[in-house]
């Protein structure tokens, strides 16, 4: 079956450092989300990619998707202590299954 | 706040009681799921409705039995459950199954004794 794999399963930077995770897929995605989970919450929505090669961002935030709609990353410009979460792809393929998602990435900003 | 609604928040139960979760949405929703969420396995799907029809069961061992009477309700009925079952439980909504966002609840933190 499909699989999503997410690197890398921690990260911890120092306020102001950069940050990415990277997601990828067994097979071709018809689309990829990315959510956000704060430490004892749920997993809240951040955005959908659907086409090949697109990018798209939100504020410190950038989001692609590869060319091949097998593989997306999440970049974070200039980290801050509020970025602190699991940050968790999930994609589903074209035969139309639902969401899969990604074991997500931990990130730690200290100040 | 999401839309989406579950109840109880925390649960504690033994090994011979039997329990339900709740879950409720607003949103007008097609599609509502199940998740099942440990610290060994993140984020496991275990039950999709679309339409009130159930469309996948991922290999859920049958002490969790999940129940859907219309398109904003979903429940998931436990019996004999193990202390390995103890997790957050998630439910989750869609406009469909397949492309759009999904919308969690707050969760059930259940812990199995």
């Known amino acids: 079956g499909q699989q999503v794999m997410q690197i890398p399963q921690y990260q911890h930077v120092q306020e102001g450092e950069d940050f990415t995770t990277y997601c990828n897929s067994s097979?071709?995605?018809?689309?990829i989300q990315w959510y956000k989970q704060r430490p004892g919450g749920h997993p809240v929505f951040l955005i959908q990619?659907?086409?090949?090669?697109e990018v798209k961002k939100q504020k410190r935030l950038t989001f692609q998707f590869g060319e091949a709609k097998k593989n997306s990353s999440l970049h974070i410009t200039a980290t801050q202590t509020t970025d602190v979460g699991t940050y968790f792809c999930?994609?589903?393929?074209?035969?139309?299954?639902?969401?899969?998602f990604g074991k997500g990435t931990s990130l730690l900003v200290t100040p | 706040e999401t839309g989406v609604t579950q109840t109880p928040r925390h649960l504690v139960m033994g090994m011979t009681n039997k329990k339900s979760l709740k879950c409720e949405q607003h949103?007008?929703?097609?599609?509502m799921y199940w998740y099942k969420q440990s610290a060994k396995k993140p984020l496991e799907l275990m039950f999709v409705?679309?339409?009130?029809?159930?469309?996948e069961n991922n290999s859920v061992p049958s002490r969790f039995s999940p129940e859907c009477p219309n398109s904003s309700h979903l429940f998931l009925h436990l019996h004999t459950l193990q202390p390995e079952d103890s997790a957050l439980y998630l439910c989750?909504?869609?406009?469909?199954?397949?492309?759009?966002?999904?919308?969690f609840g707050q969760g059930t933190r259940l812990t199995v004794v």
């Open positions: 989750a909504s869609s406009q469909d199954q397949e492309t759009s966002e999904a919308f």
């Open positions: 097979t071709t995605l018809s689309n």
């Open positions: 990619l659907v086409k090949s090669g």
């Open positions: 999930a994609g589903s393929p074209n035969s139309g299954y639902a969401l899969n």
């Open positions: 949103l007008g929703h097609n599609a």
């Open positions: 409705y679309n339409f009130k029809e159930q469309t």
